[in-house]
């Protein structure tokens, strides 16, 4: 049990332990942000998943075709805003229900990235490592904050302007009273399904850039396993951060630390069980979800779709 | 032993799915989301392939014990979910989900050690489980020239036998109200736990079944592996999601869906990868799903002009 102790320590005080978490938050923090939106809105958006997985794969195809990272970028982003495009028109404008669509959407996604990708088999130009002076050598997180692929840099506007757009906006207003209380907003004129479209639209541009930064930026290659269920641990994370932003963000972040917990540990030299260490992000999800699903207030409308003239 | 005949590894095929399909409808008429059959259908498989290795008794009680054991193990996963649901309001579509990536995990686990799951001559660079005994296997009858497996009768008779649970029994009727309004639900004295927790653990211990025929049926190998349940459990929930919830209408699907599931195999030796199902089936259910939106959208137009 010392032993074990000491050994977290050890992977508390590695400088490659904050680097490493944050290289797997990033994925998780840019997915949560972009289904916090959704969610805010009254949409529970199951395919986050699809959208992340589509993204990595549209991203690695536009990095093969033409070895520009930015072009890769927006091959991601629209891949991510493609998805959330049949998402939000199939439940929010033709009113079908939106977990049977997100459910489909998730088994398409893993079907035909996977049958693409054995067809093309792209070969991915990894963004470079940009290191931001000063900022960098802050002890402990510095590297792990300010010395890292450029396009994890994308969060830190990200998130603020989530933060601004649906709390400081008419927009953002009209968009959290829609998912708190569509028949309220209805009769005030806002059109609820449009906003919530439109919600569901800033997720896909959200985890786009999820997407994108698993291949461009983490990984340097599309696996058909890659996203392995990244997309529902961010949802965790939504639930996890009690349907706030900041819990959205530390959430993503602490489930980032649980992926990455394998191989830092395994790197410091220590030795576990595999199979632990690969169950270990999910079953914290799960217990995360456990100690604190209570806590926060969900958005009263959360999945329940708004059909005018319905109570 | 001949070969099963195209008829016969599509029918075969079908079982499984619609088992699957079929507990899935049983959570949705409650209004709970199973989303997790994929692993509840390995660990089904798994416990079926311990039995069917382990047990030293006669062909038809190996079958029963395992896909016994395989029903209990796996309804005993969704319970999980369906305890965390009604306790800690934890939403079942995400518990179910994640515990499905532990299920993985545990299997895999299994398959590291000779006193679960792995071959106790294990000859391959993976781990591959113990090789299932004649008895521990699904018979088959033959229907025109078809080597078709039992387990697609067992298959009907489950369907059938919950759509009459459903549609015709006090306990049918209690979890449709627990599924269509809550509310009304509590006020006529239905224990959304009890009701909504057993519909959860119907549809785990169906998905566990599942795996036990998919397991014995001859088509998965004869062996368990990491990988055995590939998409069975996923492909369930999309004939589920097809029918509409409703288990007549699953007995077609699922058959649809093992064919284009065995055809993919036959098509795979023509160079086209097999993956194309999963496209297929999902381009299926969203093709589906257009027509009644649409329709719902035209009738919401022509009421507005009908109003102004």
Known sequence: MIAFGGSILDVLSSNSTYSSTMRFAATL???ATGEWIAERAGTMNISLEAMILTAAFTSALGSDLTGNVWVALLFGLAGGFLVSLIQGVMSHRFGANQFVVGLTLNVLAVGLTAFIAAEVNPVVKRAGTV???LLARIPLVGEALFAQAWILYFLYPLIPFAWWAVYRTRWGLDLRCAGENPQAADVSGIDVNKRRRQAVYACGLCAGL????????QVGSFGADGVSGRGFIALAAVIFGGWVLKGAV??????GFFLAFGSVFQALGYEANPQVLGALPYVMAIATMILFARRGRQPAALGRPFVRGLT | MRSPGSWGLTLSTAAPLLVVAAGTIVAAKAGLSNIGQEGQLLLGCAAAAFIGTRADVPAPLVITLSFLGAMVLSGLWAGLAALMKFTR???EVMSTLLLGFVAAQITTFGLTKKWLLLATKNTSRVNNGQQLPDRAKM????????QVSWGVIIALVVTVVISFVLGRTTIGFRLRMLGLNARTARRAGVSAAVVGGGALIASGAAAGLAGGLWMTGGSAGD???SNVSSNIGWQGLLVALLARDRASLAIPMAFVFA????????????GVDRRITDVVQAMLVLALLVPPAIAAVQRRRRGTEGAS
């Open chain 2, 259 to 270: 064919a284009l599931r065995t055809g993919s195999s036959f098509l795979a030796a023509t």
């Open chain 2, 139 to 146: 018979p088959t009858f033959t229907l025109f020239g078809n």
């Open chain 2, 223 to 225: 062996r368990f592996t």
């Open chain 1, 131 to 133: 290191r931001i002076p």
């Open chain 1, 210 to 217: 999820a997407g994108t930064y698993l291949t461009i930026g």
């Open chain 1, 29 to 31: 923090v840019f997915a």
């Open chain 2, 89 to 91: 309001k934890v939403p």
């Open chain 1, 250 to 255: 530390g959430g993503a972040v602490v489930f």
